[in-house]
């Protein structure tokens, strides 16, 4: 069954403060792997995608890696405005099955 | 380009009563996506349709809910009849579907609350 799983739930961290979020998958015959990023009130804002192992894309302060059974996206010297829920989804035919995500809290 | 439109943003109704939740995709977008999220389960695809045809619908929780897609530019989800445990965020997304793998954008969803 395809599955997907973001650690940590939560994070806090100090302006600056440099860190990584995880998504571990499972999923037959992958397509694509999505960030996206959630602000309170909003629908989900897409950020990434990842197609094979060993791409990186970057933006700003972010950065998307993808292993074959795991991606990661690096906060560099976040700024309270990166705090957000940030959503992992893997693509099955035309469906994303997202994790459950992580919240992530940039206090200055 | 004002990107997908979802009516209304908030919802109050009682249960038993059938709610009607309405999605304007991004023009030109072949695929348009129903979500629900909810903090137990997070955000789940609920039916997904291409041209206006549905492709799959096996996320819909029962047959209490139903959706269309009568034209390119317009989709219903709805609820007949609505019970508490329908509470939650609805997001419509759409997608240009072109060959190859797309994002989806997601509209600002709808705040369903079932008293």
């Known amino acids: 069954e395809d599955q997907v799983t973001q650690s940590p739930e939560a994070l806090r961290l100090q302006e600056g403060e440099s860190s990584s979020l995880n998504c571990s998958y499972t999923?037959?015959?992958?397509?694509?792997l999505f960030w996206y990023r959630q602000d309170p009130g909003k629908g989900p804002e897409f950020l990434f995608t990842?197609?094979?192992a060993g791409e990186e894309k970057e933006k700003e302060r972010l950065k998307a890696t993808l292993t074959k059974k795991e991606s990661f996206l690096h906060i560099t010297a976040p700024k309270p405005e990166d705090s957000a829920t940030y959503l992992c989804?893997?693509?099955?035919?035309?469906?994303?099955?997202f994790g459950s995500g992580t919240r992530l809290l940039v206090r200055p | 380009d004002a990107g997908v439109i979802q009516s209304p943003r908030h919802e109050v109704t009682e249960m038993g009563q059938e709610v009607t939740l309405r999605c304007k995709p991004i023009?030109?977008?072949?695929?348009l996506f129903w979500y629900r999220q909810t903090m137990m389960r997070g955000l789940e695809l609920l039916i997904y349709?291409?041209?206006?045809?549905?492709?799959?619908d096996s996320g819909m929780p029962e047959d209490r809910f139903s959706a269309k897609m009568p034209n390119a530019s317009f989709s219903t989800l709805k609820i007949q009849p609505s019970e508490p445990r329908d509470s939650a965020v609805y997001f419509c997304?759409?997608?240009?579907?072109?060959?190859?793998?797309?994002?989806?954008?997601f509209g600002p969803g709808t705040r369903l609350t079932v008293l």
């Open positions: 997304a759409s997608s240009p579907g072109t060959s190859g793998v797309n994002e989806q954008f």
């Open positions: 999923v037959s015959g992958l397509r694509g």
């Open positions: 990842l197609y094979s």
């Open positions: 989804a893997v693509l099955r035919s035309y469906k994303l099955i």
């Open positions: 023009s030109g977008h072949d695929y």
């Open positions: 349709f291409n041209n206006n045809v549905p492709i799959d």
